[in-house]
């Protein structure tokens, strides 16, 4: 594919638009919040368009809204819980993976949603649940996170569930978030372009067309995520905590819709 051929658009003008609305609407809350803009993206898209034709660039896009905020939340990283979540998910997305080759996928993605949806019901109607970050408990959220990262791609999810619970400042949660996502992003980006498509392949990733998509959809996610930053600046810790509660049970509830859907029509 030439360089004019990828500028040519991946999709008809109306759908591009409404898909360029969806990846806007998914920077804005990756660039207050930290996270959700793949959860977000795949249910807006998914709508026009066969997720298999995103995804991949999805994962591009993932580390580019990373690098891109990285600069602005290098300071706020909290290092110590870096450290052990990164190590939780590098042993425990494995297993998560592995795990699907005994157990039906759509149930334990419908539960493990259920769960998580009740667990920021829960904590947005007022429990009270505080973490003590020792080592134990940095370590046991790396492995939780990267368990359900590997079984049901929502670590991220059940990752901010977890730090919602703890007394760290919305800054430095949401910094944690962005390094992680990064890491787990770069490694989902690595493994998914090694894994050939067929005899001849090069991988899935390293393809022109997903090249074309991301093209496409990068100004919105960065018009997004600049939009996003500016509002998070203006919100309070109590503010910030009540908006991601809101937003992770929109977003375990979406994971379930899906799940559901897939086993009424699957």
């Not at 008809?12 to 959860?39: D, K």
Request: proline residues 6%; aromatic residues 8%.
């Amino acid at each position: 594919m030439t360089a004019a051929e990828l500028l040519v658009p991946p999709l008809s003008p109306v759908l591009l638009a409404y898909s360029l609305c969806v990846v806007f609407a998914a920077g804005v809350v990756r660039g207050f919040a930290g996270f959700g803009f793949s959860a977000i993206t795949v249910a807006g898209m998914s709508l026009v368009i066969s997720p298999a034709l995103v995804v991949p660039a999805i994962f591009m896009l993932e580390v580019l809204a990373s690098l891109s905020q990285l600069r602005g939340i290098s300071r706020d990283v909290d290092m110590p819980w870096l450290g052990w979540l990164v190590l939780g998910n590098l042993l425990f997305i494995p297993l998560g993976v592995a795990l699907l080759a005994w157990l039906p996928e759509t149930p334990l993605r419908l539960l493990i949603g259920a769960l998580l949806m009740a667990a920021a019901l829960l904590l947005r109607a007022g429990a009270r649940a505080a973490l003590v970050p020792t080592r134990a408990v940095r370590f046991a959220a790396g492995l939780v996170s990267g368990f359900i990262n590997g079984v049901a791609a929502i670590g991220g999810i059940a990752l901010a569930v977890l730090l919602s619970t703890t007394a760290m400042p919305p800054a430095t949660l949401r910094a944690t978030m962005i390094a992680l996502l990064l890491f787990s992003d770069l490694v989902s980006l690595a493994s998914a372009a090694l894994m050939p498509t067929g005899p001849h392949a090069a991988g899935q990733l390293l393809g022109t067309d997903t090249v074309r998509w991301a093209l496409w959809l990068a100004p919105a996610m960065l018009a997004g995520i600049w939009w996003g930053q500016r509002s998070f600046r203006g919100v309070s810790p109590a503010q910030f905590r009540r908006h991601v509660l809101n937003l992770l049970i929109v977003l375990a509830a979406v994971s379930v819709l899906r799940s559901i859907a897939a086993l009424a029509w699957g």
